[in-house]
Nanobody
């Protein structure tokens, strides 16, 4: 079992930056594909950025390409720059699943989320 805990969310003005972190307990995440997902009120959850266990493959949603960067070591990070009000959502860390340059899905473990609010 992998327990994931997100941190780093908060309130930021449009154009600002935030860095989210995801740490794990119970088991190491080193062998897992990892990802960041988000869900805004009234919308479906969507994959934002994902990274393979080997770091060789990354996926980015079209809406965040060039603004967000995912990285990992013993934790997983999401560097978010040039934030927009439409980036406002609960952001979830997830482990397992499939990661290619085109898809990120079927994650098996989820954190409880951290709220990111971007004011205009």
């Amino acid at each position: 079992q992998v327990q994931l805990v997100e941190s780093g969310g908060g309130l930021v003005q449009a154009g600002g930056s935030l860095r989210l972190s995801c740490t794990a307990s119970g088991r190491t995440i080193s062998g897992y594909n990892m990802g960041w997902f988000r869900q805004a009120p009234g919308k479906e959850r969507e994959a934002v950025a994902c990274i393979s266990w080997s770091r060789s493959v990354t996926y980015y949603a079209a809406s965040v390409k060039g603004r967000f960067t995912i990285s990992r070591d013993n934790a997983v990070y999401l560097e978010m720059n040039s934030l927009k009000p439409e980036d406002t959502a609960n952001y979830y860390c997830a482990a397992g699943g499939v990661v290619t340059t085109q898809i990120c899905s079927a994650m098996g473990y989820w954190g409880k989320g951290t709220l990111v609010t971007v004011s205009s």
